[in-house]
């Protein structure tokens, strides 16, 4: 699978940067283990100053983060911290110890690592609230701050006990961004911890001009989690979780193991050890990778990277709009991120599309469906494209392109758009 060619629409992470690809040789090479600032001097620092620069992009003063091999190990951490900053005890006693039942709230379009990292942490993944959204996929705070009064008002055995909402900024499927504002006001009216799935939209933070428009707010987050292996394009894996409170990440983990970490060490401040902040010993050095890509792309680079993936996905939606032959269904017309769904529509249906805007009678979705899985296998079997597709909620199969590849250009997306009609008008 060459998942860096420019018709490979397929994933939220792809490309070949070849910059970072450079940084993984020389990481490869030098082989070491981040735990202890001993091994690995040069690497540590450079986290330090690649971490600070993030939560500063973020607008944290101080605060504390780490490289996590993966978004749902990033949103685990957070889920740890806030854990351990709501019931400390749960540390040592463990969640039998409490007299009540913690109970997180996420949007039913989030992604399912907040459910795993509630079920990690032995909360349970019945005590996962989901939230309803709005036809654009965007979490509602009325029902949000709904739910958190049921949870209240519950009359059980054990009391429900509300302590984390987990606001997603950049949705897996559709890229949609929950509004931070709202939700930041709900979270300290009821002394809850906000925190911020931007795994996939946290590149956005980088632009001006996005950051304003789907972050407002961000800066009052207890915890972010930010992959720059998505739209970032840094070399899998790369993904970082920032925590505002500085210290909570070492409380919450630390286990003071003798044979790794000696205080009495004279040569260095021993304050630059990382391994006890995390539920990992050992640790991968991502950060080269990134720290070398950052150093070629500047912030002005980056800023141009992200804000030309945005302008090539725009280019996808406006040929979408423009196509006026009934091929296409565009499923959400403003997209938030880089993320583009519609179904395909072949020949012999094109008769029972209003517009490219309008959705079709449940009927005809239905058999839609079914085309979108069938044109996939067209696809995969003639090796010229790659798309992914998925059902959303009671939404059947549908098309989901992803522009996160700086190589994909507007021939490319022509490209995608006549050869899906090429291998599927005749189903
Ligand atoms: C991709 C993604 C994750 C998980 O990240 P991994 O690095 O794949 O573990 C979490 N949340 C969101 C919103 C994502 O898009």
């Known amino acids: ?25 020389v990481t490869a090479s030098a082989n070491t283990n981040m735990f202890t600032y001993e091994i690995a001097p040069v690497f540590i620092l450079l986290e330090n100053v690649v971490l600070r620069k993030m939560r500063e992009v973020i607008g944290y003063k101080g605060g504390d983060s780490i490289l996590c091999p993966g978004g749902t190990v990033s949103n685990i951490n957070a889920v740890l911290c806030a854990r351990y900053k709501h019931f400390p005890e749960c540390k040592t006693k463990g969640v039998h110890g409490l007299p009540c039942q913690p109970v997180l709230f996420t949007s039913e379009h989030s992604h399912y690592s907040i459910k795993t990292a509630a079920s990690a942490a032995g909360l ?20 949000l701050e709904k739910q958190i009064v049921a949870c209240l008002n519950y009359e059980g055995p054990v009391k429900k006990k509300p302590f984390f909402v987990n606001c997603t900024c950049g949705t897996t499927v559709l890229g949609a961004f929950d509004p931070v504002e709202p939700i930041a006001n709900i979270c300290a009216k009821y002394g809850l911890w906000l925190h911020i799935d931007a795994a996939w939209g946290g590149g956005l933070l980088l632009s001006e001009k996005y950051r304003a428009e789907r972050f407002l707010g961000v800066e009052r987050a207890d915890s972010v989690t930010w992959n720059p292996h998505k739209l970032m394009g840094c070399l899998l894996q790369c993904s970082t979780v920032h925590l505002k409170e500085d210290g909570i990440l070492m409380n919450c983990n630390q ?6 970490f000696q205080d009495d060490k004279q040569y260095y401040d021993c304050r630059f050890d990382t391994g006890d902040k995390v539920i990992q010993c050992g640790r991968h050095n991502d950060i080269f990778k990134l720290w070398l890509m950052w150093r070629a792309k500047g912030m002005s680079g980056f800023r141009r990277h992200i804000d030309g993936l945005m302008a090539t996905a725009e280019y996808m939606t406006e040929q979408l709009k423009a196509d006026t032959s009934g091929r296409f269904v565009l499923l959400w017309p403003e997209p938030e991120c880089v993320n583009i769904c519609f179904w395909y529509v072949p020949t012999r249906l094109r008769s029972s599309i209003k517009s ?44 989901r392109a992803i522009i996160s590849n700086p ?21």
Not at 407 to 427: I, M, S
């Open 407 to 427: 190589a994909v250009g507007r021939d490319d997306v022509d490209f995608a758009l006549a050869e899906l009609d090429r291998l599927g008008h005749d189903l």
């Open 255 to 260: 286990m003071n193991a003798e044979y790794l």
């Open 124 to 143: 349970g993944t019945d005590n996962v609230v989901e939230v309803k959204t709005d036809a654009k996929g965007k979490m509602i705070p009325e029902e």
């Open 1 to 25: 699978m060459n998942q860096g060619h420019p018709h490979y629409l397929n994933q939220l992470s792809c490309g070949l940067d070849l910059v970072s690809l450079a940084g993984e040789w």
């Open 356 to 399: 490219n805007l309008t959705w079709p009678s449940k009927p005809v979705q239905q058999d839609l469906g079914r085309i979108t899985a069938q044109l996939k296998s067209r696809m995969m079997n003639t090796g010229t494209l790659m798309i992914n597709y998925q059902p959303q909620g009671d939404t059947p199969n549908f098309f």
